[in-house]
């Protein structure tokens, strides 16, 4: 180590001693300084000064490993040196090792943020959460979780939720499919679809076997858009489509080789012999399997069967979930309490589907399930009918169709067994009315009364459409000939046998199942009968809508 006194400073010429003393006077010996400890708190000097281990006299410069005098001017001149100087600008520049720690970790903690973010955005796409939920979300689990720095420095909303699905989960999944492809069989799966904004597209899904988890699963591949600016002039035939399924394979360089199945519906484009999709997929992978839909055929087949079935079967199946959620809640509730008390799981009743495969059996399971709860709850309701419906004819006809205990035998419409007016009860309120002098002395006004009472418990059956013409002309044909033929037409179809039409349907159902009806010719058999009607119906129907809305 090198040393330096106070007629130096290590950079500069030695400070010239004085030649000549002071004439009559005695030399004086000079003040040796010794080192002060103040001198390590002074900000000028305590980066780099030090006491010396063993003289007092001397004080130390860690940064240039020199020794010099403990005196405060050689201590100023050493600190404004070039060399001093250099050393200083080297150490500002140097890292020191806590900011390296809190630089590592920062970065660990934004690690951690992202991989939040991250797993946040795979939950809300793989359970369909809305991304809206995400300006709410942002904002709660802060509030939530006022301890924990990750949500506090979560910052992820609708707009930033859907660029990490999209460019991070998406294309990071689609890496791992493609590294499993391009070495792996698959078998593709189509479909096409038309979704709510008039889009046709298709979409493609792999059949893989992945050896990470030891099994076959099936993955999304690509939603191809079939039509858009550059190619709109074509059509969705099977060229096109099987070029557009091709084209998704070779953009990420997955050879068409590695394909041995294809699966899709049952359409021509799809399924034809000579001219599909699949008839080409045969040309270029020779020995490929060809699947059709599994669940279209299966329900096709089971829908074929169940014609054996007699229909009322699968009618009773509608009939028990219309009566209870069709419009009554307070149903639904009286039901509950059968299930409570035979001790069977509350579960709703399903409904047939129109278009759902093979819905019909999940629904026939339900009702075996809900079986005794169900002959419960009608047993009780039939009841109730049955005493209702009794204590009503029995107001009108003979006492003698009492006898026969199958109701549904008795034909309320049968005037034979009506009983005379004089004898028909109806009611305390309407005796004392007719008991009224003004009216007792009224014998025209006796017998209308019963008379119109009558007539609203019975249902008169029109045998021409000839009031309704007139109720109604700006629905009803023009001309006297085109009336006449609706009529005959009208009055010829309860003579019509055909097992098809059900008079239980509502009834613009039933006309378009009348329109329906061909004669041996392939004509339509009654024409315009079921279009007329239809008018008439739907005149009816707003009446009832206007009826309601006034009410």
């Known amino acids: 180590m090198d040393s330096i006194d106070s007629n130096s400073d290590g950079d500069g010429p030695p400070t010239p001693k004085k030649q000549k003393a002071q004439a009559g006077k005695k030399q004086k010996s000079k003040y040796k300084q010794k080192f002060r400890s103040e001198w390590l708190t002074n900000k000028d000097f305590s980066s780099w000064l030090s006491e010396h281990p063993t003289d007092p006299l001397k004080a130390t410069c860690t940064l240039c490993a020199i020794i010099m005098t403990a005196e405060i001017s050689v201590l100023k001149r050493h600190k404004e040196g070039t060399k001093h100087k250099d050393k200083i600008k080297g150490i500002s520049q140097q890292p020191s090792i806590s900011n390296l720690f809190d630089k590592t970790k920062m970065q660990s903690a934004d690690r951690k943020v992202k991989r939040a973010e991250i797993k946040l955005a795979a939950f809300m796409a793989e359970h369909k959460i809305s991304h809206a939920v995400m300006h709410h979300l942002n904002d709660l689990l802060p509030d939530i979780f006022p301890d924990s720095s990750i949500a506090t420095n979560l910052k ?48 493609v899904v792999v059949h893989y076997y992945d050896s990470e988890i030891g099994r076959v699963v099936s993955r999304f591949w690509d939603l191809i858009q079939l039509f858009e600016e550059s190619t709109a002039d074509h059509s969705a035939n099977a060229e096109y489509l099987f070029n557009a399924i091709v084209k998704a394979f070779e953009d990420q360089n997955v050879p068409l080789q590695n394909v041995i199945g294809f699966g899709s519906d049952g359409c021509n484009t799809m399924m034809g012999i000579r001219n599909s999709v699949c008839s080409r997929f045969r040309q270029s992978c020779p020995g490929i399997a060809i699947i059709k839909c599994i669940c279209h055929s299966l329900h096709l087949c089971a829908s074929d069967a169940a014609k054996e079935i007699p229909s009322e079967c699968e009618q009773l199946a509608r009939d028990v979930y219309n009566h209870f959620y069709k419009s009554s809640s307070k149903r639904q509730s009286q039901f509950k309490a059968f299930q409570n008390f035979v001790e069977v799981d509350v579960h709703k009743i399903l409904r047939p589907a129109q278009t759902g495969w093979l819905s019909l059996s999940s629904v026939v399971d339900r009702l075996l399930e809900q079986w005794d709860a169900l002959r419960l709850y009608f047993d009780k309701m039939y009841t109730k009918m049955r005493d209702l419906y009794r204590n009503l004819i029995k107001l009108v006809m003979q006492p003698e169709c009492m006898l026969d205990d199958k109701l549904d035998k008795i034909d309320p419409t049968n005037e034979n067994l009506y009983l005379n007016l004089d004898d028909i009860y109806l009611g305390l309120g309407v005796r004392k009315q007719l008991s009224l002098p003004e009216v007792a002395n009224n014998e025209n006004d006796k017998n209308q009364n019963p008379e119109a009472c009558l007539s609203l418990l019975s249902h008169e059956r ?80 707003l009446m009832l809508t206007a009826k309601e809305f006034s009410a």
């Not at 039933?510 to 329109?515: E, K």
Request: with cysteine; hydrophobic share 35%.
């Open 462 to 541: 029109p045998t021409t459409l000839a009031p309704l013409f007139t109720m109604l002309p700006r629905i009803a044909p023009k001309s006297l000939q085109e009336q006449q033929d609706l009529d005959d037409q009208w009055r010829c179809l309860p003579s019509y046998k055909q097992n098809t039409l059900d008079a239980n349907e509502p009834s613009d159902i039933f006309w378009h199942q009348v329109a329906q009806l061909q004669n041996k010719d392939g004509k339509n058999h009654f024409q315009p009968c079921p279009t007329s009607c239809c008018k008439f119906y739907a005149y009816h129907t």
């Open 156 to 203: 992820m909303k609708h707009s930033k939720l859907q660029v990490v699905i999209t460019n991070v989960l998406g294309v990071s999944e689609k890496e791992s499919i493609v590294s499993y492809l391009k070495c792996q069989k698959v078998s593709v799966l189509v479909d096409e679809s038309t979704d709510i904004g008039v889009v046709k597209t298709m979409c």
